[in-house]
């Protein structure tokens, strides 16, 4: 009750929900009920979580963010939602995102902006700025968020929040309306690492829904982080930073957030190390052929007959009301990524660009390969600037694409990174960022070091 007043009393200016659930109460009350009657339940029990709508819900309209999908149904909750709910953990809503997760602004969402609960008029990141306002503004201490290429890390970035995108296929994506199906992840974001760590180990692990679910067994990710609280994890951990990521690009508070955080590790006793990611520059560049490829592929399914809006065109073919709904149900960074994708996959295109792209894919992977061969884990800034002003950069698509320059590279690669707040840049008091990648697998090593450095 006390996050739903939170919600009624600041979510008009902050934005963070699409849709309340009007049963969170009542669910919670069941869990106390449990409680009473001596049912053990997890640490999570009774604790609310904020859902990004990209995640598919019984009882909650999902929209992905898309005027197509107003008020759809779905028949089957998401694998991560399903288990939330077996762990006792209360839906209390779901949050807005950039449609279809291609923005990193949320200001690409079809229901209207978020607005940074830090200074209103500005971005909260994207896709999941709901997710991640909601958790900074108080109105969610959990939250679920996707990342596809930087969507739960450059939020927690630009709220001060902590957020975390496993390993690929660590997280069941069963449920995940898809955007890019080789990149998109399932994660955790919550204001400590601890909380994420918890999080995670309620939504993890196999799916067989999922055809690229691993099979793995999962270390305790909560353990990880507690031990990561308490213990010397930082001492002799080698720390890599990359040669070829200089200033260049970056604000002044963020650079410099940056190199205060390599101090401290240093002074706790890490060793930071030079390393080399000659191909990690091009990760952009590779990330918009291969994403808009998956995606005008995925989003082939949104054509006016099986799922959401429909618009009648009378007399028409099915081709013609096909192409008024998708005109009217999509918006423009949809339509863009669209059309991009279909022309990279075009005959006598798909060498030269979607081909070229993915073997670009495999450099960076190599590089990652090569530079864990040396250290521990590698730390970047989260994101190149901090929170930028509402409508900024709305109307000049590059310079949006270019706030996931660090967080790209690690989904390509399939490799798990994290965010947590490293501080406040001194020019504009704004949150600010660390990101921490490890090997394919090392998620538990994430949540160790996030926490010795929190
Ligand atoms: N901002 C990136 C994009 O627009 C990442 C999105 C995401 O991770 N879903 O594609």
Same mark, same amino acid.
């Given at each position: 009750?006390?996050?739903?007043?939170?919600?009624?009393?600041?979510?008009?200016?902050?934005?963070?929900?699409?849709?309340?659930?009007?049963?969170?109460?009542?669910?919670?009350?069941?869990?106390?009920?449990?409680?009473?009657?001596?049912?053990?339940?997890?640490?999570?029990?009774?604790?609310?979580?904020?859902?990004?709508?990209?995640?598919?819900?019984?009882?909650?309209?999902?929209?992905?963010?898309?005027?197509?999908?107003e008020?759809?149904?779905?028949?089957y909750d998401?694998?991560?939602?399903?288990?939330?709910?077996?762990?006792?953990?209360?839906?209390?809503?779901?949050?807005?995102m950039?449609?279809?997760?291609?923005?990193?602004s949320?200001e690409?969402?079809?229901?209207?902006?978020?607005?940074?609960?830090?200074?209103?008029?500005?971005i909260?990141?994207?896709?999941?700025?709901?997710?991640a306002? &909601?958790?900074?503004?108080?109105?969610?201490?959990?939250?679920?968020?996707?990342?596809?290429?930087?969507?739960?890390?450059?939020?927690?970035?630009?709220?001060?929040?902590?957020g975390?995108?496993?390993?690929?296929?660590?997280?069941?994506?069963?449920?995940?309306?898809?955007?890019?199906s080789?990149?998109?992840?399932?994660?955790?974001?919550?204001?400590?690492?601890?909380?994420?760590?918890?999080?995670?180990?309620?939504?993890?692990?196999?799916?067989?829904?999922?055809?690229?679910?691993?099979?793995?067994?999962?270390?305790?990710?909560?353990? &990880?982080?507690?031990?990561?609280?308490?213990?010397?994890?930082?001492?002799?951990?080698?720390?890599?930073?990359?040669?070829?990521?200089?200033?260049?690009?970056?604000?002044?508070?963020?650079?410099?957030?940056?190199?205060?955080?390599?101090a401290?590790?240093e002074?706790?006793?890490?060793?930071?190390?030079?390393?080399?990611?000659?191909?990690?520059e091009?990760?952009?560049?590779?990330?918009?052929?291969?994403?808009?490829?998956?995606?005008?592929?995925?989003?082939?399914?949104?054509?006016?007959?099986?799922?959401g809006?429909?618009?009648?065109?009378?007399?028409?073919?099915?081709?013609?009301?096909?192409?008024?709904?998708?005109?009217?149900g999509?918006?423009?960074?949809?339509?863009?990524?669209?059309?991009?994708?279909?022309?990279?996959?075009?005959?006598?295109?798909?060498d030269?660009?979607?081909?070229?792209?993915q073997?670009?894919?495999?450099?960076?992977?190599?590089?990652?390969?090569?530079?864990?061969?040396?250290?521990?884990?590698?730390?970047?800034?989260?994101?190149?600037?901090?929170?930028?002003?509402?409508?900024?950069?709305?109307?000049?698509?590059?310079?949006?694409?270019?706030?996931?320059?660090?967080?790209?590279?690690?989904?390509?690669?399939?490799?798990?990174?994290?965010?947590?707040?490293?501080?406040?840049?001194?020019?504009?008091?704004l949150?600010?960022?660390?990101?921490?990648?490890?090997?394919?697998?090392?998620?538990?090593?994430?949540?160790r070091?996030?926490?010795?450095?929190?």
């Amino acid at each position: 009750q006390a996050h739903l007043d939170r919600i009624a009393a600041v979510d008009g200016d902050v934005h963070a929900f699409l849709h309340v659930s009007d049963h969170a109460v009542d669910v919670a009350a069941d869990i106390d009920r449990r409680r009473a009657a001596g049912e053990e339940l997890g640490e999570l029990a009774g604790v609310p979580l904020a859902i990004k709508d990209v995640l598919v819900t019984t009882d909650m309209p999902s929209t992905s963010g898309s005027k197509i999908l107003e008020g759809y149904m779905s028949p089957y909750d998401a694998t991560v939602v399903a288990r939330a709910r077996a762990a006792g953990l209360v839906p209390l809503g779901k949050t807005n995102m950039d449609e279809f997760a291609m923005g990193s602004s949320t200001e690409h969402s079809a229901y209207g902006p978020t607005h940074n609960p830090w200074d209103l008029d500005r971005i909260p990141g994207g896709s999941g700025g709901g997710s991640a306002a &909601a958790v900074a503004a108080f109105e969610a201490p959990l939250a679920l968020g996707s990342d596809t290429g930087g969507s739960i890390r450059q939020p927690a970035h630009v709220t001060g929040t902590v957020g975390m995108k496993p390993t690929y296929g660590g997280v069941s994506r069963y449920g995940a309306i898809a955007l890019a199906s080789s990149l998109d992840q399932v994660g955790p974001v919550s204001r400590t690492v601890l909380d994420s760590a918890l999080l995670h180990d309620v939504i993890g692990g196999h799916d067989p829904h999922d055809a690229t679910s691993l099979t793995d067994a999962w270390p305790s990710f909560a353990a &990880a982080a507690r031990e990561g609280a308490t213990g010397d994890v930082l001492k002799g951990l080698k720390v890599g930073v990359i040669r070829e990521l200089d200033d260049t690009g970056f604000q002044k508070g963020v650079s410099e957030s940056f190199r205060a955080s390599l101090a401290a590790m240093e002074a706790a006793g890490a060793e930071i190390v030079e390393v080399s990611a000659p191909h990690f520059e091009y990760g952009v560049a590779a990330y918009y052929l291969i994403l808009p490829a998956e995606a005008s592929s995925n989003l082939a399914k949104f054509d006016s007959v099986r799922f959401g809006m429909r618009v009648n065109v009378p007399g028409g073919t099915v081709e013609d009301v096909m192409a008024a709904t998708r005109d009217a149900g999509f918006g423009d960074e949809v339509k863009r990524r669209v059309i991009l994708g279909t022309y990279a996959l075009s005959a006598g295109y798909y060498d030269a660009y979607y081909g070229s792209a993915q073997k670009v894919r495999t450099l960076i992977q190599r590089d990652f390969d090569e530079a864990f061969a040396q250290v521990d884990v590698i730390a970047t800034p989260s994101a190149p600037t901090t929170a930028f002003r509402l409508g900024e950069k709305l109307n000049d698509p590059i310079q949006m694409y270019l706030n996931d320059v660090t967080t790209i590279p690690v989904n390509l690669a399939g490799v798990p990174g994290i965010s947590i707040p490293s501080g406040l840049a001194a020019e504009d008091g704004l949150p600010v960022g660390i990101q921490f990648v490890a090997p394919a697998r090392e998620d538990a090593r994430l949540y160790r070091v996030g926490a010795a450095l929190e």
